[in-house]
Nanobody
Framework: EVELVESGGGLVQPGGSLRLSCVAS????????MSWVRQAPGKGLEWVSA????????SYVDSVKGRFTISRDNAKNTLYLQMNTLKSEDTAVYFC??????????????WGQGTLVNVSS
């Protein structure tokens, strides 16, 4: 059974940092690209970042470029999102999602339960 479990969310002041983690199980983690997707209160899903299976290729939505860094540790079956210089508009539930292929296709077939990031003073 595929399982994705996010952690690391919380309340942080504007300008602060958080590191999200997503522990994967039930599939060969190193064979799949992974993404972070977020949903702000009252809004739809927004893709944030993706990383290829081996970690060589990364991509970001323009609004987080230069502030967020995606990474993975295939030995630990864990995906990360380092978020710096957080802004109020980053407030959202953050989900990790498994892609069906080794490189990002946008076809994500499994999602975690999400972790809430609240950027507020």
């Amino acid at each position: 059974e595929v399982e994705l479990v996010e952690s690391g969310g919380g309340l942080v002041q504007p300008g602060g940092s958080l590191r999200l983690s997503c522990v994967a199980s039930g599939f060969i983690f190193s064979n799949h690209a992974m993404s972070w997707v977020r949903q702000a209160p009252g809004k739809g899903l927004e893709w944030v970042s993706a990383i290829s299976s081996g970690g060589a290729r990364v991509s970001y939505v323009d609004s987080v470029k230069g502030r967020f860094t995606i990474s993975r540790d295939n030995a630990k079956n864990t995906l990360y999102l380092q978020m710096n210089t957080l802004k109020s508009e980053d407030t959202a539930v953050y989900f990790c999602a498994k892609d069906q292929a080794a490189t990002r296709t946008g076809a994500m077939d499994y999602w975690g339960q999400g972790t809430l990031v609240n950027v507020s003073s």
